[in-house]
């Protein structure tokens, strides 16, 4: 599923991490540690196996939020969509070996009034919190 390039917000930012594809997909598969390295989730919860259909639950920046992954493939790409009070998502990361690094995309989409509201404030809100996802990836990657 492609992001939604009419939604009010789509961002895509991509950074290289030394570390391998497979260090880097764990870290970003392993749904329930999510809070353990990124600070703005307080809960992260999958509702079954890691495959295309399931659902997870999550706490982030004080939304809840359900996801449902619409895609899987180990260990090249995972995306999922998400519903909050006022806001639906598309979000997609791509992985990519890069020899012994690891070249990582993600590209998100958001609609609904809350992201228009955002707008307001921050007219690249969506952009900052894409690049902190990915440092924060990065750094618990790297530090493995």
Known sequence: ??????????????????????????????????????????????????????????????????????????????????????MTAIHNWSIEARGNDTLVTTAESLSGWLTRLMLLFDKHFLEKSLEASLLRLKKQAESR
């Open 1 to 86: 599923m492609e992001i939604n390039k009419s939604a009010p917000a789509f961002a895509r930012r991509e950074m290289l991490i030394h570390a391998p594809v497979e260090v880097v997909w764990q870290v970003l598969t392993d749904i329930g540690n999510w809070p353990d390295w990124q600070p703005d989730i307080t809960f992260a919860k999958l509702d079954g196996d890691l495959r295309e259909g399931t659902t997870f639950h999550w706490k982030a920046q004080g939304l809840n939020i359900t996801s449902r992954l619409h895609t899987v493939q180990p260990p090249l790409r995972i995306g999922w969509t998400g519903t909050a009070t006022g």
